[in-house]
């Protein structure tokens, strides 16, 4: 039996794993429950011709092959990058859920999160490191939007992960119209869609990642002419985010930037996925951040270095720290103290405040 073949038949029995891996010459690996990688019993010696298969309509000629997709496998939806090494053909595959989850399901608070989705106008952006569920929470929060009440979405995505139905009937009775569209094979990209999205009337514009100035400037003219804007970046934190956004910029125009930031922001959610304490799951910790209370004045006047003092003291608007939400899980047992300093903005101010 060929791999492609065998991986159709597998992939109906694959939960408990977030990531495969793929390599010319070896058996498949995966990472069980996002831990360590194990070796998959009876997976056939991956050959040549299994990606040509597999990855049907992806050229694997290219000596320097970087590409990233998605696919479908028996049902189940593989976000895919593609690449060489060493001059052979290997590929990282992340399983996407079957259902997407509501905010709540992932453990964001949904009050918060449905707060959000109400703003007319505005951004919002999810931030974290590779894996930490960004793509998963931006699509959460759209679909539960989506559901409440009718509108028109527009995604940019690169690639597509979720395919999502075009129409939503809503709960109070209206329609949701959702366009979903791929870099590389519907428009060229981020800017020049963002661009083309204005023009179509959306009342959410989703982005898929946040990657140049180009893209960060339609961005932010989206966001401050009628449009809720949905964006993911990748930094550790979210005042990390909007300093990120801001260092596009010449700094001759960071002035500026930093008054349309303090307009546009909504809320900027920094999310990590940290292994449970049994090692069999991951648990979602996040912080939020909003322009509430001493925030967007600071962000105005780009004194960002400011942020995380006034977010200690913007709990009465909704805003959270990652630490706060790392020894809430502490002390309800679902991760471990380790883990918790681990991914700490300061781990040692964390552990002695944990073991006080």
């Known amino acids: 039996?060929?791999?492609?073949?065998?991986?159709?038949?597998?992939?109906?029995?694959?939960?408990?794993?977030?990531?495969?891996?793929?390599?010319?010459?070896?058996?498949?690996?995966?990472?069980?429950?996002?831990?360590?990688?194990?070796?998959?019993?009876?997976?056939?010696?991956?050959?040549?011709?299994?990606?040509?298969?597999?990855?049907?309509?992806?050229?694997?000629?290219?000596?320097?092959?970087?590409?990233?997709?998605?696919?479908?496998?028996?049902?189940?939806?593989?976000?895919?990058?593609?690449y060489r090494e060493r001059g052979k053909l290997a590929a990282s595959l992340r399983l996407l859920q079957e259902h997407i989850p509501t905010p709540g399901d992932l453990g964001l608070p949904e009050k918060a999160?449905?707060?959000?989705?109400?703003?007319?106008?505005?951004?919002?952006?999810?931030?974290?490191?590779?894996?930490?569920?960004?793509?998963?929470?931006?699509?959460?929060?759209?679909?539960?939007?989506?559901?409440?009440?009718?509108?028109?979405?527009?995604?940019?995505?690169?690639?597509?992960?979720?395919?999502?139905?075009?129409?939503?009937?809503?709960?109070?009775?209206?329609?949701?119209?959702?366009?979903?569209r791929e870099v590389g094979s519907d428009t060229q990209n981020f800017h020049l869609a963002l661009r083309s999205a204005l023009r179509q009337n959306p009342n959410i514009i989703s982005v898929g990642e946040v990657r140049?100035?180009?893209?960060?400037e339609m961005l932010l003219k989206a966001a401050n002419t009628g449009h809720l804007v949905l964006a993911t970046m990748h930094t550790k934190s979210a005042p990390g985010a909007v300093s990120r956004l801001i260092d596009f910029f010449e700094p001759e125009r960071q002035g500026a930037v930093c008054a349309d930031l303090a307009d546009a922001i909504v809320a900027v959610i920094s999310q990590a996925l940290i292994p449970s304490t049994d090692k069999t799951a991951r648990v979602l910790a996040y912080e939020i951040m909003t322009t509430d209370g001493g925030v967007g004045p600071q962000i105005r006047k780009g004194k960002l270095e400011q942020i995380p003092n006034e977010m200690r003291q913007g709990a009465s608007y909704g805003m959270t720290r990652?630490?706060?939400?790392?020894?809430?899980?502490?002390?309800?047992?679902?991760?471990?103290?380790?883990e918790a300093v681990r991914h700490s903005a300061s781990p040692e101010e964390f552990r002695r405040v944990l073991v006080a």
Do not use: C
């Not at 050959?47 to 998605?70: I, K, V």
């Not at 959000?116 to 679909?143: A, D, E, N, R, Y």
């Not at 790392?326 to 047992?333: I, Q, R, S």
């Open 1 to 82: 039996m060929h791999f492609a073949e065998w991986l159709e038949q597998w992939s109906g029995h694959s939960e408990g794993y977030s990531d495969l891996r793929m390599t010319e010459g070896y058996p498949l690996a995966a990472r069980a429950s996002g831990m360590s990688n194990v070796a998959i019993p009876d997976s056939p010696i991956i050959q040549e011709r299994d990606f040509a298969l597999l990855f049907e309509g992806h050229s694997m000629e290219s000596r320097s092959l970087d590409e990233d997709f998605a696919i479908t496998v028996t049902g189940r939806r593989y976000r895919v990058n593609l």
């Open 113 to 180: 999160i449905m707060r959000f989705t109400q703003h007319s106008q505005g951004l919002v952006i999810f931030t974290g490191p590779t894996g930490s569920g960004k793509s998963t929470s931006t699509v959460s929060m759209m679909m539960a939007a989506a559901r409440e009440r009718g509108l028109h979405i527009v995604t940019i995505e690169d690639p597509i992960e979720y395919l999502l139905p075009e129409q939503i009937k809503t709960q109070d009775g209206t329609l949701t119209t959702i366009h979903q």
């Open 212 to 216: 140049d100035r180009e893209t960060a």
């Open 322 to 338: 990652m630490d706060d939400t790392l020894a809430k899980l502490v002390k309800e047992k679902r991760i471990t103290i380790d």
